[in-house]
């Protein structure tokens, strides 16, 4: 069992659709980092959260210490949010690794 | 300036060659990352540099050799390297000792041939 998972795998929405991404993990943190991939590689850090609710622009966090979980949002989604989501999190040790969960590739339809 | 940046953004290489990838960001950040990531697979750690000192080798082959001349630049040798070890290979870099958000390159694509 991975230590950082993610649902779904696959997602398909029409522009405008209210979209959640979950991550569930199994390990202690002391923080999580939600992260966008394009196509073409490069990734982008859209939150970095250890409690509570983030919020920039269209997108969302939250993060459920307690229930180990956390989700994404995104509002009025558009094409342009076509990507690969992926969560990771940081042990609580204060190491500097990340473990990483397998990312959830969304496509937005107009 | 909040850029990581890597060069070269691809590169074919053959299995006798002596190559390097080079990651450079001038945001002061004390810490960073070499990731290696197959297609739909996510990125795995190869090696965490803190302040300028490697503090994570994650079991990485000693074909790949990294180095970190100074606190602004990270470089990733390539020697003798594999077909398998085609790949993208991820810079990152963030802020410590509270860690804050990280902050990828865009990766450079190898192809072994």
């Known amino acids: 069992k991975n230590e950082v998972e993610q649902s779904p795998q696959n997602l398909t929405a029409q522009e405008e659709e209210f979209i959640t991404i979950n991550c569930s993990y199994s390990?202690?943190?002391?923080?999580l980092h939600w992260l966008q991939q394009h196509p073409g590689g490069g990734i982008v850090s859209l939150f970095m959260?250890?409690?509570?609710?983030k919020k920039h622009g269209r997108l969302i966090a939250t993060i459920n210490i307690q229930e180990k979980h956390s989700s994404l949002h995104i509002t009025a989604s558009h094409p342009r949010d076509s990507a690969v989501y992926i969560c990771?999190?940081?042990w609580g040790g204060g190491t500097d690794k990340l473990i990483f969960g397998t990312g959830t590739r969304l496509q937005v339809f107009p | 300036d909040t850029e990581v940046t890597q060069t070269p953004k691809h590169l074919v290489m053959g299995m006798t060659n002596k190559k390097s990838l080079k990651c450079e960001q001038h945001m002061g950040h004390r810490a960073m990352y070499w990731y290696k990531q197959k297609a739909k697979k996510p990125p795995e750690l190869m090696f965490v540099y803190s302040y300028e000192k490697l503090s994570i080798n994650e079991s990485v082959p000693s074909r790949f050799s990294p180095e970190c001349p100074n606190s602004s630049l990270l470089n990733l040798h390539l020697h003798a390297l594999q077909p398998e070890d085609s790949a993208l290979y991820l810079c990152?870099?963030?802020?410590?000792?509270?860690?804050?958000?990280?902050?990828f390159g865009e990766g450079s694509r190898l192809t072994v041939l």
């Open positions: 990771a999190v940081r």
């Open positions: 390990v202690g943190i002391s923080a």
């Open positions: 990152a870099s963030s802020q410590i000792p509270m860690i804050r958000e990280l902050f």
């Open positions: 959260l250890s409690s509570g609710k």
